[in-house]
């Protein structure tokens, strides 16, 4: 089976600063490829470079479409990058208000990336968004009501519905849980692995939690100062870990 996703030697620099350090991996359909590095680390820069949004200074990023062409990250046109992103990759921030229209209702939010990838028909739309919504636990009496007076877990999932609708194969995460409280953390983990299931979803996950990786990741990148140290099996770098500072990583979180 051929890859998804190849990138190779991706090296990132600012100034002299290099936060992204020749890191190569592939992922294949259906994985989950958990990014895992104290801050500073370099999981934010790689995962924008991965997605076009920043440029790399060096190195290749290939992506093998829906109509199964290799398409090359790094020299394709803005235009095309766009609709990319919008019809087979998702991007979750962090703050689920970069990732929302606060202004526009929790229906509109998910509507709105339909019409983006063609989608006219008003009554279908709103029964899509409608389903979606339920898909995120997120009860239909508060379909017109705006964001802002969502909680920020219903908000995340509100951002996930509006990715998840254009039924994207690829999904960026960028510490999805990191703004939450523990017990909403916990929830919208249990709604992740099920939809990450469910659809079939290729995901990277960035994130510093060990606990997160450990219940979604298939793979693991174990990033320190902009390196990749580390990588392989979740359960085998969790359970055998054999750079210091995944020992240090896992140790870290074995103390009470
Ligand atoms: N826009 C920027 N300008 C200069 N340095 C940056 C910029 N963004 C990130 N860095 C530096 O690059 C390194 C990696 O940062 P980042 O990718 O945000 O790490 P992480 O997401 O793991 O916390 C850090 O040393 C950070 O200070
Ligand atoms: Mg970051």
Known sequence: MNPLLTVTNI?????????????????YSGQVLGIIGESGSGKSTLLSGIAGQLPVDEGEIAYRDRADTLVNLRTLPEPQR??????EWGFVQQNPRDGLRMRVTAGANIGERLLDVGARHYGNIRTEALEWLSQVEIPPAR??????????????????????????????MDEPTGGLDVSVQAKLLDLMRSLVRT???????????IGVVRLLAHRLLVMQNGQV???????????????PYTQQLVSATLVP
């Open 143 to 172: 379909m017109d009501d705006l964001p802002s007076t969502f909680s920020g877990g219903m908000q995340q999932r509100l951002q996930l519905a509006r990715i998840l609708v254009t039924r994207p194969r690829l999904v960026l």
């Open 229 to 243: 140290v580390e990588a392989g099996l979740t359960d085998q770098v969790l359970d055998d870990p054999q750079h």
């Open 82 to 87: 766009r609709r990319l992103m919008k019809t």
């Open 11 to 27: 090296s990132k620099y600012y100034g002299d600063i290099c936060a992204c350090d020749r890191i190569s991996f592939s992922l």
């Open 199 to 209: 659809l079939d979803l290729s995901v990277i996950l960035v994130t510093h939690d």
